[in-house]
T-cell receptor, first 110, second 116 residues
Framework: GQQVMQIPQYQHVQEGEDFTTYCNSS?????IQWYKQRPGGHPVFLIQ?????EVKKQKRLTFQFGEAKKNSSLHITATQTTDVGTYFC??????????FGSGTRLQVQP | GAVVSQHPSRVICKSGTSVKIECRSL??????MFWYRQFPKQSLMLMAT?????????EQGVEKDKFLINHASLTLSTLTVTSAHPEDSSFYIC????????????FGPGTRLTVL
């Protein structure tokens, strides 16, 4: 079945530092989605990338979809304590269900 | 925006009992809903796809007789964990996408099940 690998598993940064999480698939993806899950909460949709090489920005967050549509990244500039949580990438299996990456847990030290 | 609710948010039960979890789309219709399970500090794993008016599609390794899914209407899907055991303790999350809309999935707040 489709597998989505995500690295790193965990990152601890000082407030103000940048953060990046990477997602890789064994197969070409039709699209990729990113979610954020706060501790004790549920996943919240952040964005969907569809086009090869696509780059989208949401304030301090920059999302990229690789040219081959097999990898993606989320970069946060100048992290804040409100960025704490686990970031998941998720790939559409083709049945509208999602295969989630393993997630990257971000801890921000004030 | 689209809102999905789940009930109950938290349940503690004895081993051997059955637990029903409800997932509702509050302001939209969802022909398809999805059930995921998340163990502590792990990712979400798809359990099954719930289709309104038809049988659910289960992922490999998920026992359909243990995790009963009913999608009775366009706004309600239920997951019943039958004869629950401690290893079934987990965070169960449903999601739904708007019928005829984009692929964006809206997640419910989750149900934390603890089986003693």
């Amino acid at each position: 079945g489709q597998q989505v690998m995500q690295i790193p598993q965990y990152q601890h940064v000082q407030e103000g530092e940048d953060f990046t999480t990477y997602c890789n698939s064994s197969t070409t993806l039709s699209n990729i989605q990113w979610y954020k899950q706060r501790p004790g909460g549920h996943p919240v949709f952040l964005i969907q990338l569809v086009k090869s090489g696509e780059v989208k920005k949401q304030k301090r967050l920059t999302f990229q979809f690789g040219e081959a549509k097999k990898n993606s990244s989320l970069h946060i500039t100048a992290t804040q304590t409100t960025d704490v949580g686990t970031y998941f990438c998720a790939a559409d299996t083709g049945r509208r269900a999602l295969t989630f990456g393993s997630g990257t847990r971000l801890q921000v030290q004030p | 925006g689209a809102v999905v609710s789940q009930h109950p948010s938290r349940v503690i039960c004895k081993s051997g009992t059955s637990v029903k979890i409800e997932c509702r789309s509050l302001d939209f219709q969802a022909t398809t809903m999805f059930w995921y399970r998340q163990f502590p500090k792990q990712s979400l794993m798809l359990m099954a796809t719930s289709n309104e008016g038809s049988k659910a599609t289960y992922e490999q390794g998920v026992e359909k007789d243990k995790f009963l899914i009913n999608h009775a209407s366009l706004t309600l899907s239920t997951l019943t964990v039958t004869s629950a055991h401690p290893e079934d303790s987990s965070f169960y999350i449903c999601s739904a996408s708007v019928a005829g809309g984009p692929d964006t999935q809206y997640f419910g707040p989750g149900t934390r099940l603890t089986v003693l």
